[in-house]
């Protein structure tokens, strides 16, 4: 996807219904992102799908991350 003549990448993790596992998901995409953009990103937009079954059990979700790289003059996030 190109916005404004950049690339932008999608990146995504499984997330489970506990606190640990958000931060875990949100440190993996992180590692990932700075793989992708070595100078650095910018975190565009987070998605978690909606639950549509509340009454049902707590599974697994994804935790979706879309990611702008940086240029090698800005600033590592």
């Known amino acids: 996807m190109m916005i404004d003549g950049a ?4 990146i995504k993790t499984n997330v489970r219904p506990c606190p640990s ?5 949100t440190l993996t995409l992180a590692r990932r992102a700075n793989e992708i ?6 975190l565009i937009d987070q ?10 059990p707590a599974g697994e979700s994804e ?15």
């Open 7 to 10: 690339r932008n990448y999608f």
């Open 47 to 56: 998605q978690t799908p909606v639950n549509l079954n509340p009454l049902g």
């Open 21 to 25: 596992s958000r931060e875990w998901a």
């Open 37 to 42: 953009c070595k100078s650095g990103y910018i």
């Open 63 to 77: 935790l979706l991350w879309q990611i702008k790289c940086k240029n090698a003059g800005q600033s590592k996030s």
